[in-house]
């Protein structure tokens, strides 16, 4: 029984073909096999004849063993697989969120001579998926461990000429996305989250740069602008003080989807950052837009940039000593209002007419119990140091007890005595116990109550959740770019696959790891047969398909190529 075309001609010249199922039959009077007939599905060009023929070799093949049916296909071999569903899922969020179109059409008008776009595409994915250098990205990760459709070709001079054009293209290219991804998701932009963090370098010293301003000029094909000299010193808020830092600037929504990434020279104070941010967002179309951001950013002369033109904050007060919100907001008495099971809120107001700034104390009665047994261990640590202190006859201080003053654990808690001996300093550690818990929440918009300005504050966590997935999960650091335009070539690159994570986590209300193991296990298998080649897709667990479903996308299809 075999399956069988027939080819009929029409008196207009035209020709129809039917698939047939047939049969040889023996017929003994003409001693010859005919053929006979069995079922006839209908027209060749007629696409539910097509489906009645998968089903039908689909239900055939559910009968018969695998070893059966691998008897039958000898000459074809398994020749290599790859994971497949990480990349195929990063592809389509590539192409739905308008990144591809953005860098095509701006590669098209610069007549580029090698596709630019995926280039950038294979070293995001790089980072989305197994962060690397551009180098082992190039040499091990393109070549043998995946498969990237359009990327044979490519060279490692390419990736990097690709870098260079996407710091040529940053703005505009991150402009487009961001409103793309605003009406896809429709994204809550009336709070504008900030932040900043350092990225540490593997280099012994600082850039020099030119002239007063320590400038330094980028390639021509990456724009040829100047840039102040990024590799500097600085404060490190991951403890390498011993090198070289960058900045990064990040403003993200509520939802934790980036807006858009600065790149700053390692020796920028956080609070001189906010005038730049603030006028490179305007013209974003961020309608109703506050700025939200934690006590780093606060200045008087910051709070005044944001309030021009009717801007409007919400920032995370400092509570130095002698500080007005110290002696005028923490001590003030009243009544806290019920948010949630973890946070209370009581308003205060300190002075009259336009001159009235208003705060809003924040209590986490969660957080009183862990910041007291915290402070119980570290007092219990401190009196031990204390009583095995041994005081050098003839200095101020040992060694070890100018260790502990400096100490950031241990210094707080500690005082001097007339007689030049260290004890605890009992009043700091009342000063401790009364702020535990406490947080000071300050802005400039009334129309916002008092539970909106604490729950807007602590949403600012999505910044400091975005700073880990690019430290840990993409591996943004250490940089080992030495050129200003590629340093910041490569933030733009790890900013674009946290753009790609955060869409995935968001329709798939999980984590980018759980869904990216899931996905992994979707493979891309090369079978090498005598008629060629074929990369076969297998099929998706249910855990897969669970994922798939949810960001909207069908299964990948089952032949990828054939050759």
């Not at 140091?385 to 101020?396: D, F, K």
């Not at 099929?539 to 798939?548: D, E, F, H, R, V």
Request: glycine share 8%.
């Amino acid at each position: 029984m075999y399956l069988r075309s027939s080819t009929q001609k029409r008196a207009d010249g035209s020709t129809v073909t039917h698939y047939q199922l047939a049969e040889s039959v023996w017929n003994p009077d003409k001693r010859r096999s005919e053929p006979r007939i069995v079922h006839s599905f209908g027209r060749v060009d007629d696409p539910t004849v097509v489906e009645q023929l998968r089903r039908l070799a689909r239900s055939i093949l559910r009968r018969i063993a695998p070893e059966d049916l691998l008897t039958q296909l000898p000459d074809w071999k398994l020749v290599d697989a790859w994971p497949f569903g990480d990349i195929w899922v990063l592809e389509q969020l590539w192409q739905r969120l308008g990144i591809a179109a953005a860098i095509t059409s701006r590669s098209q008008e610069g007549n580029t001579s090698f596709p630019v776009e995926r280039a950038l595409f294979a070293m995001v994915a790089n980072r989305a998926v197994a962060p690397s250098s551009k180098l082992y990205c190039y040499e091990q990760w393109l070549e043998e461990d995946v498969r990237v459709e359009g990327t044979a070709g490519l060279g490692l001079h390419h990736l990097y000429r690709a870098m260079d054009f996407l710091e040529a293209h940053r703005e505009e290219i991150e402009q487009d996305v961001y409103f793309r991804v605003a009406d896809l998701f429709n994204l809550d932009v009336d709070l504008i989250f900030y932040d900043t963090t350092s990225l540490h370098f593997e280099v012994d010293e600082e850039d020099e740069g030119v002239g007063p301003d320590k400038l330094v000029r980028g390639s021509v094909a990456a724009g040829g602008r100047e840039y102040p000299a990024p590799r500097r010193r600085g404060h490190a808020k991951n403890g390498r003080t011993d090198a070289p830092q960058i900045v990064v600037g990040l403003a993200v929504t509520r939802d934790g989807m980036p807006v858009r990434h600065w790149v700053f020279p390692g020796n920028t104070v956080d609070v001189t950052t906010v005038e730049q941010v603030k006028q490179d967002l305007k013209g974003w179309r961020l309608s109703r837009c506050v700025f939200v951001g934690d006590a780093g950013m606060v200045s008087a002369d910051n709070l005044r940039k944001l309030s021009l033109g009717g801007g409007k904050y919400i920032v995370c007060m400092p509570v130095g000593q002698g500080s007005e919100v110290a002696e005028k907001v923490l001590t003030r008495p009243g009544r806290y209002h019920e948010v949630a099971g973890n946070l209370r809120v009581k308003e205060v107001l300190v002075g009259d007419g336009e001159r009235r700034r208003r705060y809003v104390v924040c209590h986490n009665p969660e957080e009183v119990i862990r910041q007291r047994i915290h402070r119980e261990r570290v007092l219990e640590q401190l009196e031990a140091e204390l009583a095995s202190l041994i005081q050098v006859g003839g200095e101020e201080h040992s060694k070890r007890a100018c260790g502990l003053i400096s100490s950031r654990r241990f210094g707080r808690y500690l005082r001097t005595t007339k007689s030049g001996k260290l004890t605890i300093c009992r009043a700091s550690v009342h000063e401790a116990e009364r702020r535990d818990g406490k947080f000071v929440v300050h802005s400039n918009d009334d129309t916002l109550t008092a539970e909106d300005l604490a729950l807007g504050y602590k949403q600012l966590m999505e910044v400091e959740r975005a700073w880990r997935t690019l430290k840990s999960g993409l591996k943004a650091r250490p940089v080992y770019h030495w050129a200003p335009h590629r340093i910041q070539a490569h933030v733009s690159l790890t900013v674009l696959a946290l753009t790609l994570q955060r869409s995935a986590e968001i329709a798939c209300k999980d984590t980018w790891r759980n869904i990216r193991d899931d996905l992994k296990q979707v493979k891309l298998a090369q079978l090498s047969g005598p008629h060629g080649t074929v990369y076969q897709v297998t099929q998706p667990s249910p855990s897969a398909m669970k994922w798939l479903k949810a960001l909207g996308m069908g299964k990948p299809p089952e032949i990828v190529d054939y050759r």
